[in-house]
């Protein structure tokens, strides 16, 4: 997996203040992206041990929230592996700290997906610059969801997502 960030301290991806892990990749190519450097999978620079520590020394800190997974898109092919991994070593490291993660995809095309359990909140759906509205809370346009993701895991039929208790869209 390759990233371009890791943003600290930030109150904008998520509850909380959060460490955000912005990862390379995503073949959403979204017109008017707030951020389309990371579009290209081969870009920014090979998340190591050393990014490793340094989202650790963040989740350490008793004010820290927990991690956005964000880019990019951190489903992208080329990071879903590494993406799960990451998860499942600060899920065990850090069960108190929620995982949140954005992605083009949506809820419906990716509720199977393995990683899915070490999620709290994800944000689907693509960036539509047409439904844009800087109101909106932790989403870019009206068409994304805020999913609260072990709520709808935890029901009979997880097609339907129960929606993150803060989304006021």
Not at 128 to 148: E, T, Y
Request: proline share 4%; with cysteine.
């Amino acid at each position: 997996m390759r990233y371009h960030n890791i943003t600290k301290d930030d109150m904008l991806n998520g509850d909380g203040l959060r460490v955000v892990l912005w990862v390379a990749g995503c073949s959403h190519c979204c017109k008017d992206c707030h951020n389309p450097i990371t579009w290209d999978p081969n870009g920014g620079v090979l998340f190591d041990e050393e990014a490793k520590a340094e989202l650790f020394e963040q989740l350490d800190k008793s004010y820290i929230s927990g991690i956005t997974f964000s880019g990019g898109d951190p489903l992208h092919a080329a990071n879903r592996l590494d993406v799960r991994n990451l998860m499942e070593e600060i899920k065990t490291r850090y069960p108190n700290k929620t995982i949140w993660l954005y992605t083009g995809d949506v809820w419906e095309n990716i509720l199977h997906y393995p990683l899915m359990k070490f999620v709290d909140v994800l944000v689907d759906g693509e960036f539509v610059a047409d439904l844009k509205d800087p109101k909106l809370l932790w989403k870019g346009s009206s068409n994304q969801r805020v999913i609260d993701v072990q709520k709808t895991l935890a029901q009979t039929d997880q097609t339907v997502p129960v929606l993150h208790c803060r989304d006021y869209s």
